[in-house]
């Protein structure tokens, strides 16, 4: 099984802040990731696949990066909406997801 | 826009099987893979498996052998059951869409289903 270990679990942080939240994977996982953001009561939400690619209507203040075992999500400058609970998922070997970061409003 | 929406009992008994519906509208369920997801209370999200248009599984190891997903395209819809489910089979049980090449991440997700396993 390939682990995924996401830091910190809990972000504190203001709007118009830069936040960064790591993932690190128990092996090598090419480019194989992507990360989520989750609200309650609401579907998941696809931010970044592969890594870095953005995907379709997500605002470019989400970025990604990484490779083999080392990803960062991060959001350039934090807004309202973007107070929620992020996780990321490699897809290399079946599929296992980190076990979150809640950002929440310091 | 495609849309899911997972339905089922939000209550099973232990020992007996857990059966969940996901109805997909705004698209056609062929051409694409078709995940569950589920999250344990307190816990992360943890996949179980997927179903291809063509009906071709992957399901991950710990669970192969208690789970099934099935598809049936003609209702564009796909189904998970799993067998002789425990408390540690509770959970908010989400269906999601992947990319047409599989094995990959969730594009779309439903908003979920809480099932609980309790006597």
């Known amino acids: 099984d390939i682990q995924m270990t996401q830091s910190p679990a809990t972000l504190s942080a203001s709007v118009g802040d830069r936040v960064t939240i790591t993932c690190r994977a128990s092996q090598t996982i090419n480019r194989y990731l992507a990360w989520y953001q989750l609200k309650p009561g609401k579907a998941p939400k696809l931010l970044i696949h592969t890594t870095s690619t953005l995907q379709s209507g997500v605002p470019s203040r989400f970025s990604g990066s990484g490779y083999g075992t080392e990803f960062t999500l991060t959001i350039t400058s934090l807004q309202p909406d973007d107070f929620a609970d992020y996780y990321c998922e490699q897809y290399y070997l079946y599929s296992t997801f980190g076990q979150g970061t809640k950002v929440e409003l310091k | 826009q495609v849309q899911l929406q997972a339905s089922g009992p939000g209550l099973v008994k232990p020992s007996e099987t857990l059966s969940l519906t996901c109805n997909v509208s705004g698209g056609s369920i062929s051409d694409y893979y078709w995940s569950w997801v589920r999250q344990s209370p307190g816990k992360g999200l943890e996949w179980i498996g997927y179903i291809n248009y063509s009906g071709r599984t992957n399901y991950i190891p710990s669970l192969r052998s208690r789970v099934t997903i099935s598809i049936d395209t003609s209702k564009n819809q796909f189904s998970l059951k799993v067998y002789s489910v425990t408390a540690a089979d509770t959970a908010l049980y989400y269906c999601?869409?992947?990319?047409?090449?599989?094995?990959?991440?969730?594009?779309?997700w439903g908003q979920g289903t809480l099932v609980t396993v309790s006597s």
């Open positions: 999601a869409r992947g990319p047409s090449h599989g094995g990959s991440y969730q594009e779309y």
